[in-house]
């Protein structure tokens, strides 16, 4: 089992950029796949960004590609997202999910662990 907290959130101005990182504590972390999501209010949780066990491999959701960047660090047990060039549509809650197994990663059942979430505003 693993435990997961989200920090890094806050306000921002369009255009700008924030750092989000997930903290895991439990289990050997390079034995999970991270995730990324986020939901906004009155939608459904939705995939941001995906990185292999230990960081070989990172995948993205169309509307992140070019301005978020997953990378983890197995020895620090973190995995941030660096979110630059933030809009207004990128205003939610954004979730750190863990799984162990298994080849999904981009639904929300794909993942066994999540973390509590960290509020992201953009303004315009």
């Known amino acids: 089992q693993v435990q997961l907290v989200e920090s890094g959130g806050g306000l921002v101005q369009a255009g700008g950029s924030l750092r989000l990182s997930c903290a895991a504590s439990?289990?050997?972390?390079?034995?999970?796949?991270m995730g990324w999501f986020r939901q906004a209010p009155g939608k459904d949780r939705e995939f941001v960004a995906a990185?292999?066990?230990?960081?070989?491999?990172?995948y993205y959701a169309d509307s992140a590609k070019g301005r978020f960047t997953i990378s983890r660090d197995n020895a620090k047990n973190t995995v941030a997202l660096q979110m630059n060039s933030l809009e207004p549509e990128d205003t939610a809650v954004y979730y750190c999910?863990?799984?162990?197994?298994?080849?999904?990663?981009?639904?929300?059942?794909?993942?066994?662990?999540w973390g509590q979430g960290t509020q992201v505003t953009v303004s315009s």
């Open positions: 999910a863990a799984k162990s197994y298994g080849a999904g990663k981009v639904r929300t059942d794909d993942y066994d662990y």
């Open positions: 439990g289990r050997t972390f390079s034995m999970y796949y």
């Open positions: 990185i292999t066990y230990r960081g070989a491999g990172t």
